[in-house]
């Protein structure tokens, strides 16, 4: 069996529900907290999926398409920016795993 990259295990995550506009983020970030009182912008580099990135001017940005629900975020921000919820495949977005 071929082992595969990172990047391409990480493009073979589906996502429930990934179309509907109206449902709420398992995740919200406030990002006025990242960009004014936050040291160390650790979630930046923690985040295996890259959700959390850094501009040139060093302005964090979040975006919640990508995750895979890992959790790390929701441990390693000590600043109270994260709101993790854990999303309901019924009604909210959520990871299908192809390979448990
Ligand atoms: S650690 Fe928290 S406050 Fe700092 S950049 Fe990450 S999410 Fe934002
Ligand atoms: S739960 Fe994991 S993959 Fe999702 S945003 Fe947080 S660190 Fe990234």
Known sequence: MKLLTLSER???????????SDIK?????????????????????????????MDEDGKVHFQVEDCIECGTCMYACDQGAVDWNYPDPEIGRGVTWNFG
């Open 10 to 20: 990480l493009g073979l995550v589906s996502y429930r529900n990934q179309a509907k």
């Open 25 to 53: 983020p398992h995740i919200r970030v406030d990002t006025d907290i990242c960009n004014s009182v936050c040291p160390h912008k650790c979630t930046t580099y923690v985040c295996p999926a890259n959700c959390y990135t």
